[in-house]
T-cell receptor, first 113, second 114 residues
Framework: RKEVEQDPGPFNVPEGATVAFNCTYSNSASQSFFWYRQDCRKEPKLLMSVYSSGNEDGRFTAQLNRASQYISLLIRDSKLSDSATYLCVVNMGPSYNTDKLIFGTGTRLQVFP | DGGITQSPKYLFRKEGQNVTLSCEQNLNHDAMYWYRQDPGQGLRLIYYSQIVNDFQKGDIAEGYSVSREKKESFPLTVTSAQKNPTAFYLC?????????????FGPGTRLTVL
């Protein structure tokens, strides 16, 4: 099983739609979770951290389900500018004495007019 | 403006040549990282450094070397021993040790070995 697994997509949605991505992780000891956004041929940028209680930032909502070991990202009222690849990022957990983050391969979102 | 710079943006080299990729940050971050990204794959960690004059191998360190002589700088050398060096190389930094800290990325260097 991959350490971090995402559906590669692409998800093709019209403007204004709501879209959700899931990401599963294998290490039950993982403590840190993030969603990064990566535009084509650019560097990843932090979209939001994911907290145990769930968190919201404008049109974006992130949730964590520790029991099932997945995190989710919900985007409401999609904009053309949301078109990008969304990377799920998880740390290796306290059993590892490093700062390692594991990056998923990303889910591609394409919003059309 | 604070940030991370990488140079050059595009780099072409002949097979068998060593090449050094630059990474500089003025964020006063202690930790710095090098990743490579290949199509269809997630970012893979090459080397990381938690503090000046110290660094550790990541998952795919073979064929690469680094140095951390200054807090601001973490250059990566891709040696001729790296079997498949053509990739997108990303440098990142974070405020300190601990994966709870957000990593900030530079714009990347696209290396093509001919």
């Amino acid at each position: 099983r991959k350490e971090v697994e995402q559906d590669p997509g692409p998800f093709n949605v019209p403007e204004g739609a709501t879209v959700a991505f899931n990401c599963t992780y294998s290490n039950s000891a993982s403590q840190s979770f993030f969603w990064y956004r990566q535009d084509c041929r650019k560097e990843p940028k932090l979209l939001m951290s994911v907290y145990s209680s769930g968190n919201e930032d404008g049109r974006f909502t992130a949730q964590l389900n520790r029991a099932s070991q997945y995190i989710s990202l919900l985007i409401r009222d999609s904009k053309l500018s949301d078109s990008a690849t969304y990377l799920c990022v998880v740390n290796m957990g306290p059993s590892y004495n490093t700062d390692k983050l594991i990056f998923g391969t990303g889910t591609r979102l394409q919003v059309f007019p | 403006d604070g940030g991370i710079t990488q140079s050059p943006k595009y780099l072409f080299r002949k097979e068998g040549q060593n090449v050094t990729l630059s990474c500089e940050q003025n964020l006063n971050h202690d930790a710095m990282y090098w990743y490579r990204q290949d199509p269809g794959q997630g970012l893979r960690l090459i080397y990381y450094s938690q503090i000046v004059n110290d660094f550790q191998k990541g998952d795919i360190a073979e064929g690469y070397s680094v140095s951390r002589e200054k807090k601001e700088s973490f250059p990566l050398t891709v040696t001729s021993a790296q079997k498949n060096p053509t990739a997108f190389y990303l440098c990142a930094s974070s405020i300190g040790a601990g994966a709870i800290n957000e990593q900030f990325f530079g714009p990347g260097t696209r290396l093509t070995v001919l």
